[in-house]
T-cell receptor, first 112, second 111 residues
């Protein structure tokens, strides 16, 4: 089992609220990723990081932001949640270049 | 054109059948490739890495054709428990690179 954890698992929140989705890994991996996935649809990369203080936007435009102050922690923040943000958010990490990624169990976000 | 492209299916096969999935990638500099399995409402999990020489893990065989930029996954003797979505994944460009997922191919194995 991979040591990567996401909290919360499920979140229902009102429009306009600020939320932070947490992701932590204990494997010492340099690379971390956030993917967004709607039910039955493909994974879209929204942010990634290749080390502390490095973050890049992914292929899907997202209103979220990320930070990487510590190797093990890669939180994703939505300043003002909207119903269009309703989705599953999956965090992953990998050891380095060209290696497989391990996923957390995901956060299922519903904005009402 | 998608960077990693798969036939979304669904593939409906009887138990015991052999089924093959193909995947194409557009970045010729991609160096590593993987197949992941994703069950309904779960996170993706690594099924196997794909090596240039091809590799096998039990009933699963993965092949890479760099010249044609495609990857394949063969499943022999399909089981009901193989029903899932199979994701083709390419590592994109170098040390600061990223993993790019295909849209997935859905397999439904029926009794």
């Amino acid at each position: 089992e991979a040591d990567i954890y996401q909290t919360p698992r499920y979140l229902v929140i009102g429009t306009g609220k600020k939320i932070t989705l947490e992701c932590s890994q204990t494997m010492g991996h340099d690379k971390m990723y956030w993917y967004q996935q709607d039910p039955g649809m493909e994974l879209h990369l929204i942010h990634y990081s290749y080390g502390v203080n490095s973050t890049e936007k992914g292929d899907l435009s997202s209103e979220s932001t990320v930070s990487r102050i510590r190797t093990e922690h890669f939180p994703l923040t939505l300043e003002s949640a909207r119903p269009s943000h309703t989705s599953q958010y999956l965090c992953a990490s990998s050891e380095g270049g060209n290696t497989e990624a391990f996923f957390g169990q995901g956060t299922r976000l519903t904005v009402v | 054109r998608k960077e990693v492209e798969q036939d979304p299916g669904p593939f409906n096969v009887p138990e015991g059948a052999t089924v093959a999935f193909n995947c194409t990638y557009s970045n010729s500099a991609s160096q590593s490739f993987f197949w992941y399995r994703q069950d309904c409402r779960k996170e993706p999990k690594l099924l196997m890495s794909v090596y240039s020489s091809g590799n096998e893990d039990g009933r699963f065989t993965a092949q890479l054709n760099r010249a044609s930029q495609y990857i394949s996954l063969l499943i022999r003797d399909s089981k009901l428990s193989d029903s899932a979505t199979y994701l083709c994944v390419a590592w994109w460009s170098g040390n600061t690179g990223k993993l790019i997922f295909g849209q997935g191919t859905t397999l439904q194995v029926k009794p």
